[in-house]
């Protein structure tokens, strides 16, 4: 089983779908893969994607909490009472986000870090939007154990085989 690590660039779309833009095409790898979740097309990040596609449900469902970092970048000004809200749970219209772990990111005023373990569509950007922000730029910092680190825009790299243990100790 292979595991990529994909910095996914703003406009590339995750699906396996023939479309222009779609991820598969974007990373060329030489075996069918699979995208362990989804990052709309907008944001940017790490994406994981493999080979064996009987793992993607134990990642991405809500029921087993795993942990999911972002860097968010916002159109205001930070108040307290948003970083709050956001933390206790917000009614975006068909649901209601389970509690969340988030913070300012010091020295900046409009940008925050916030560890989800849900992953409802498009969820942070209908977060903000829901108490009166826009969204603009949000980069997926960290799947579980598995780290954007140093990696660059529309670069990828194979897990390493301890990443990969960890990752699948987790998901037992």
């Given at each position: 089983m292979i595991i990529i690590a994909y910095h996914k660039p703003a406009g590339i779309i995750c699906t396996t779908e023939k479309v222009e833009g779609n991820i598969i095409d974007a990373i060329r790898?030489?075996?069918?893969l699979y995208p362990i979740g989804r990052l709309d097309k907008d944001s940017k990040g790490l994406i994981l994607l493999t080979t064996e596609g009987s793992i993607i449900n134990k990642i991405i469902h809500p029921d087993f909490e795993h942990e999911?970092?972002?860097l968010v970048?916002?159109?205001l000004p930070l108040r307290n009472q948003f970083l709050k809200q956001m933390a206790?749970?917000?009614?975006?219209?068909?649901?209601i986000t389970m509690p969340c772990k988030i913070k300012a990111e010091p020295g900046t005023k409009r940008v925050f870090r916030i560890i989800l373990k849900q992953g409802l569509n498009r969820q942070?950007?209908?977060?903000?939007s829901t108490l009166d922000y826009q969204v603009i730029e949000l980069k997926r910092l960290r799947i579980m154990n598995i780290?954007?680190?140093k990696l660059k825009e529309g670069?990828?790299?194979v897990l390493t085989e301890s990443e990969k243990?960890?990752?699948l100790k987790q998901l037992a």
């Open positions: 790898y030489p075996d069918k999911k970092e972002y970048t916002l159109n206790d749970g917000v009614n975006i219209g068909d649901a942070i950007r209908r977060m903000c780290e954007l680190g670069e990828w790299r243990q960890e990752l």
